[in-house]
């Protein structure tokens, strides 16, 4: 057992722990919400700051809510039950300023915009991956990679989190992800035969798989697509349009505008045999995809395909860009539009600090999205503007 100390919890980190100080030194604690008075148990101590548990709340935050899961805290899928969903969108917001700041040395003042909010804080996940335990499935627990095996979750959509165990029954593989489309209904990537499914976006038929990459929270992935759209148009009309890291080109297809051609580029090939799928489902000829590292290849792609005018849009994973790439685009005097989209704001706080190094670029506009209520996870869309 660890030494136990006590005290007040000041703010909230990225990725869900509070944060407080021990005789002057930070300590970053698990379970801990934002004016919480706590005694908390140390499981980590560096000569900078230290790590601890919540032991016991003195008194809590008048922020603190009742979990609505009975896995939370075992649990590693959520970090944010337990405060309220305001106070959330409050501290997600302050993390993104801070990353900004911190890490890529960024004044946000006049650039950082109001989170938008989720439509749902619960049921409006509809991709989720459960690993198997010794007798069903569920998720990673808090902390480590033991499996807490769950029957239901709160944060999936109802027709995957109200029966967990009826769409992994039978199943003895180690891990299963489930999809579901917006009529409701599930995919397995573990069930023969359910490689593709159509799914339906802002009016737009798409095909998806259940073994490659998909938005999951549907209705804050179709705001996002929306505000590319007013942010790209009308400079942006007649340009080439550069999705890399298209996955299965949810942006390439669902945001609008008259572009001269759309070119998706990614290296899963499930996700690209998707997006060609909806090419020839459409019948459309104005938008290509590639499979190909957009890393190493990117650049003869662009000098291949590039038109008169030419946006980019970055989606990379969470570890973010690699900086040959970024140099690249930065550097690059036939890229005249750049957007960079990040479900890790402290990569893209990394990602935008090389992109503007050469004075070329500014970071204009930040928007965070809270695509993952009650999680520590936080999505930031940015804009920047060529200058020189």
Known sequence: M??????????LAYGGRGVGRIGGKVCFVTGAVPGDEAS??????????????????????????DPVCPYFGACGGCQLQNISYEKEL??????????????????????????????SEYGYRASVTLHKGAKGYGYFSRGSRAVVEVDRCPVAVPAIGEDIAAHTKGHSHSDITLK???N??????????????????????????????????????????ETLEKWMLPESKGSTFFDIYSGAGFFSFTVEGEFGARIGVDDNRVSIDCAKNTVRMLGLRDIKFYRQNAEKDFRAL????????NTVLLDPPRKGVGSGLLEMLSAHPEIHFLYYLSCDPARMSRDSE???????????????????????????????????
């Open 2 to 11: 660890g030494k136990i100390e006590n005290l007040r919890v000041e703010s």
């Open 40 to 65: 908390v148990e140390i499981q980590k101590e560096t000569s900078s700051y230290c790590e601890a548990v919540v032991k016991d709340i003195k008194k809590p935050s008048p922020d603190r809510i």
């Open 90 to 119: 409050y501290h997600k917001r302050s993390q993104v300023s801070e990353l900004f700041k911190r890490i890529g040395g960024f004044e946000t003042g006049g650039i950082l915009e109001d989170i938008v909010a989720s439509p």
């Open 180 to 182: 579901a489309d917006h």
């Open 184 to 225: 409701g209904k599930v995919w397995s990537s573990r069930t023969s035969g359910e490689r593709f499914f159509t799914d339906t976006y802002r009016g737009k038929t798409m095909y998806f798989s259940p073994k490659g990459f998909s938005q999951c929270n549907r209705r804050v992935a179709e705001n996002i697509s």
């Open 302 to 309: 662009f000098e291949r395909e590039k038109g008169a005018l």
């Open 354 to 388: 090389v992109i503007t190094r050469s004075g070329k670029w500014q970071l204009s506009r930040l928007r965070p999205f809270d695509m993952f209520p009650r999680t520590g996870c936080v999505e930031v869309l940015g804009e920047f503007v060529r200058i020189s």
